[in-house]
């Protein structure tokens, strides 16, 4: 049996190949792959999170950590849907309408990811009809709108208007975030909350998920 803790240590410190080879010899000794996901790959990336709000860790971490999970999610990804294992929750994500901006929105992505969460991203310059259309089709449980240019602002009140006009905006919860967001801004577009960071994303998002699922 290998020892998995380093699964955990080595996403946590960034080390893509590490990940992916602890992750491999997991699979291979039968541990099953929720298993991995759960107890080890999750936690690490809950303490990544962890370390960023307390400034231990900063961005080029955070992206580290989230490439060593996406490595050895590539393992896992298609023996999950295979075994007909639930995602924490479906999200699109994407930078609005006039926006080409995408760092955040990708480091967002990834820590959604990392939390077990189906990601689809839709990229950046996205149109409100994009997102409509990912509810629609995709039965997406959460919508991730990025924003790094005040000028741009506008366009994440016409994508949840188009949700609005659409006759979908019951089915999903929608998130705002980037630079110039405020949460106040997030309220003014009757936005369902506003990440200040990819940590606070992903725990808004869990939050946001279940309540939906219980209710």
Not at 116 to 124: E, N, Q, S, Y
């Amino acid at each position: 049996m290998p020892e998995l803790q380093g699964l955990y240590d080595a996403v946590v410190n960034g080390d893509q190949k590490a990940a992916v080879r602890l992750t491999k010899e997991g699979l291979d000794a039968g541990v099953e792959p929720m298993e991995l996901l759960s107890s080890y790959m999750i936690p690490a990336m809950d303490e990544v999170g962890r370390r960023f709000e307390c400034e231990d860790y900063f961005v080029p971490e955070l992206l580290l950590a989230a490439r060593a999970m996406k490595g050895a999610m590539e393992l896992i990804r298609p023996l999950l849907t295979a075994s007909g294992a639930q995602p924490a929750g479906r999200v699109a994500i994407g930078t609005v309408k006039g926006d080409l901006h995408d760092i955040g929105k990708n480091l967002v992505a990834s820590m959604l990811e990392g939390g077990g969460f189906d990601v689809l991203d839709l990229g950046a310059d996205v149109a409100p009809e994009k997102f409509v259309d990912a509810v629609e089709n995709k039965k997406v449980d959460l919508i991730c709108l990025s924003a790094l240019l005040t000028v741009t602002m506008p366009s994440m009140r016409t994508t949840i208007e188009a949700l609005e006009r659409a006759g979908v905006r019951d089915k999903v919860k929608v998130i705002v975030g980037g630079a110039p967001v405020t949460e106040q801004f997030a309220k003014d577009i009757r936005a369902d909350g506003y990440g200040e960071n990819a940590n606070s994303a992903v725990a808004l998002a869990r939050k946001l998920v279940m309540a939906a699922r219980a209710a």
